[in-house]
Every structure is written in structure tokens, then in C-alpha cells.
């Protein structure tokens, strides 16, 4: 299971992103689209340096090094703009590549380099209003090798879905930093994820 941060600040984030990781959450994406550099640093910063390496950057890739962070995310506007010389550059470096689709179709046609895509919403969005359910038609996925990463409504109420088990494992975002009690919400989310045995 992977969370994905808040793309606004929210109180005690570092704070509560050390307690996540000391309760086993396993990656953490930071997505911070209207952050500055500074801001993101500062939140790296406020992380414990342990878990660095369970990072993955959104944007300003260019400090992932100064972390030790090597897990590189592309939102898919970047991505088009992406060379796959420079992807392989990246991964002979070591960088773990992930990506954002948002059909079958698209995932389908994504580069081996990338480690796994995220592919939403799956289900109504609860950050973004309005943002509904992708249509699940299509070919069905040739890109094997890359994971499959469900996003997008998850809760705690459709955990058991039968929507997730075409997917490798899931990410959160809305769910968790909409509540009142992020760390609590994150625990239950995990318990309930762990009992299906789908977690990636």
C-alpha cells in the first residue's frame, strides 16, 4: 500500500508521515504540485533520514540524490516530454520509474523502464470533486512487467472490491488526509488491505 502526501500542507505532516512509516507503511509518494523547492525540502528534511529510500519524488527530481531518495515519479504530461534515452539513462542509474495513467489503453503503450503506474480513479474521486471513475474497458494489460497501482476513492469501504484484484496494489491520498485522524485512518486501511492478501 502506498500513500501518496497531501498536495496542500496539512498540520503535523512530518510528524505524522514518521508515525505511518514506523507502523510499516511501505512507500511514500510525494506529490507537492504547488510547493516550492524549499517547502519540499523541508518536508523531506522533517522525515526521518531512515526512510529516505521508501521516498518518491513528484517534482524537483533534481534533489532525489541530495536524499538519497531514487524512486522518480512522472505525471503524464512530463512523461510525453520524456525521452526514452533519458529513461534508460535514469534506470541504468538505479532510479526506480513510476507513472500516472488514466485508461487501459495508455498503460498498455507505457515504456518498460517505468517499475509501476499508477492507473485512476478506479473509483470516485475523494480529493479531487467531481473527478469520477474511469471507464474499465479496453484491452486487456500487455504491459505485464509493470505493476499495476490502483488509484483513486479508495477506502476503507471497497477494499474488497473485485475492481482491485486486476491490480498489483493500491495508493491513497484522500481518504487518509481528509480525516480527522490521518494516522488512525492509515492503520485501518492497512489492517483491512493486509487481510485480503492483494498488498504489493
Not at 49 to 73: F, K, T, V
Not at 77 to 92: H, N, P, W
Given at each position: 500500500?502506498?500513500?501518496?502526501t ?13 508515525q505511518?512509516?514506523y ?34 519524488l ?75 471513475a474511469?471507464?474499465y ?33 493500491i ?30
Amino acid at each position: 500500500m502506498i500513500v501518496v502526501t497531501s498536495p496542500i500542507p496539512v498540520n503535523n505532516e512530518a510528524a505524522i508521515i514518521n508515525q505511518m512509516f514506523y507502523a510499516g507503511l511501505e512507500l511514500l509518494h510525494i506529490r507537492k504540485p504547488d510547493a516550492t523547492a524549499l517547502e519540499v525540502r523541508m518536508l523531506i528534511e522533517s522525515i526521518d533520514s531512515r526512510y529516505h529510500e521508501r521516498l518518491a519524488l513528484h517534482q524537483y527530481h533534481e534533489m532525489a540524490s541530495d536524499y538519497g531518495i531514487n524512486r522518480l515519479h512522472y505525471t503524464e504530461a512530463v512523461r510525453r516530454k520524456q525521452t526514452e534515452e533519458q529513461r534508460a539513462d535514469l534506470a541504468q542509474k538505479g532510479f526506480v520509474l513510476s507513472t500516472s495513467v488514466h485508461s487501459r489503453q495508455c498503460y498498455n503503450t507505457l515504456s518498460g523502464r517505468f517499475n509501476y503506474a499508477f492507473i485512476g480513479p478506479v473509483f470516485n474521486s475523494i480529493s479531487k470533486e467531481g473527478y469520477g471513475a474511469m471507464e474499465y474497458t479496453g484491452a486487456a494489460e500487455q504491459n505485464n512487467d509493470i505493476k499495476r497501482i490502483a488509484i483513486g476513492g479508495i477506502s476503507k469501504d471497497n477494499l474488497d472490491s473485485k475492481i482491485l484484484d486486476d491490480f498489483d496494489g493500491i495508493a491513497i491520498l484522500g481518504t487518509i488526509w481528509l480525516s480527522e485522524k490521518p494516522l488512525q485512518e492509515f492503520k485501518l486501511l492497512q489492517q483491512t488491505w493486509n487481510t485480503t492478501g492483494r498488498h504489493y
